[in-house]
């Protein structure tokens, strides 16, 4: 996967005037006009995106995407990458491609204002706005594509159509008489405000060479607008259901623990962002977290509150790990744990001195990778 800064030319500078960071969720797709050289890097890409599969399943992907990356090349696209993600256990994928508009007229010289109207008239049906990102203004403008499959890559084996939520953002770049289009697509319109975050972040990293930008480090661009939705909303509050089953299972840590003490912030439940989809540039909630503790505990009993929850759960199935001399655990439900239990998480810890045990129950993430088997891409 993608990890890198993605390094995009728009135009031909021997040094590129536009930058963005593309998040590891992203496989690059090899953009070259050499068939068999295409070919071979295809078949490497299907070895990574599945290390699980067979030379069937590889060659089925080189197969339908053949025309799709030669459509790109074609295109003149600079980058395009795709994920593979499964969202509730639905599997779910986009694509994200970077390329150099030059078929606007006056396109060197126009501003996002000028790009705005010039789309507004000729998509008339599209959702059409001006935002300002970390590294200036753009255009934005959010319209469905319908696309026809060959039956060659459908699983009815007969031609179909395929609606795509698109969203295409125009980035003008004077200082280099260039203007950035960088497009996300993707079929699975579910998952669309999913995707719109994903894509507001990555645009967001767009840096141009020599140019500084007036958005403080640390502070949110502004956008107004359809573009609006690609900001990321406040986490809200986990679902009751999920809060339940959080406090279900902290009753049983404190069962397993056994200590008597004043229990602090027993109710409070919070939504959090997980560190897997942190990483891979999502920012809304997809976990939540149960953070409470016991105060005033006798320091003998205290020195055993870790261990009993270790020797508790794994004999349950669950999977331990301990440091700090065994004052801290990281606890998480195995494949043998319970299934009820599938995707939880304890982390526990005392403080000797002040006499406090310390734990954090985490749900599960309802974002993960995709099934191996899968032709997403």
């Known amino acids: 996967m ?9 135009g031909t500078d021997e040094d590129p005037p536009v930058t963005f960071r593309v998040p590891p969720a992203f496989f690059e797709y090899p953009l070259t006009v050499d068939t068999e050289a295409l070919v071979e890097d295809l078949a ?5 995106v599945y290390p699980e599969g067979d030379d069937e399943l590889w060659l089925r992907f080189v197969m339908m995407n053949i025309p799709l990356v030669s459509e790109m090349v074609e295109a003149g696209m600079s980058y395009a990458g795709f994920c593979l993600l499964s969202v509730e256990g639905q599997r779910s994928t986009a694509t994200v491609t970077a390329t150099c508009v030059d078929d606007i007229p006056q396109a060197k010289t126009m501003t996002a204002k000028d790009l705005a109207d010039h789309l507004a008239a000729e998509s008339p049906d599209s959702e059409v706005e001006v935002i300002t990102l970390a590294a200036g203004e753009a255009a934005v403008r959010l319209a469905p594509e319908v696309r026809r499959l060959p039956g060659e890559i459908t699983d009815s084996g007969r031609p179909e159509t395929l609606t795509l939520g698109k969203i295409s953002v125009f980035f003008p770049v004077p200082d280099h008489g260039e203007i950035g289009l960088f497009e996300l697509s993707t079929p699975c319109l579910d998952d669309w405000n999913l995707y719109s975050e994903l894509f507001f972040n990555i645009v967001n990293t767009i840096e141009v060479t020599g140019r500084q930008t007036d958005t403080p480090a640390g502070e949110h661009s502004s956008v107004d607008g359809p573009m609006a939705l690609l ?6 509050d986990p679902d009751p259901a999920v809060a339940q089953a959080l406090f279900w299972h902290s009753s049983r840590l404190m069962d397993a623990v056994a200590l008597r003490g004043q229990v602090h912030g027993g109710q409070q439940v919070e939504s ?13 909630a997809c976990s939540a977290r149960h ?9 003998d009993d205290l020195t055993h509150a870790v261990p009993r929850a270790v020797a508790a759960f794994a004999s349950r199935g669950w999977q331990v790990e301990t440091e700090n001399a065994g004052n801290r655990a990281r606890i998480w439900a195995g494949d043998e744990a319970p299934e009820q239990s599938a995707g939880y998480a304890f982390t526990v810890s005392v403080d000797i001195e002040t006499g406090t045990f310390t734990a954090e129950v ?16």
Do not use: H, N, Y
């Open 2 to 10: 993608t990890e890198a800064v993605a390094e995009v030319a728009l």
């Open 44 to 48: 490497d890409l299907a070895a990574e």
């Open 231 to 236: 900001q990321p909303p406040p986490l809200p």
């Open 272 to 284: 959090i962002t997980c560190e897997t989809c942190w990483s891979k540039g999502l920012q809304s």
């Open 291 to 299: 953070g409470w503790s016991i105060g005033s505990v006798m320091s």
């Open 362 to 377: 985490t749900a599960p993430c309802i974002r993960a990778a995709a099934a191996a088997d899968s032709l997403f891409g």
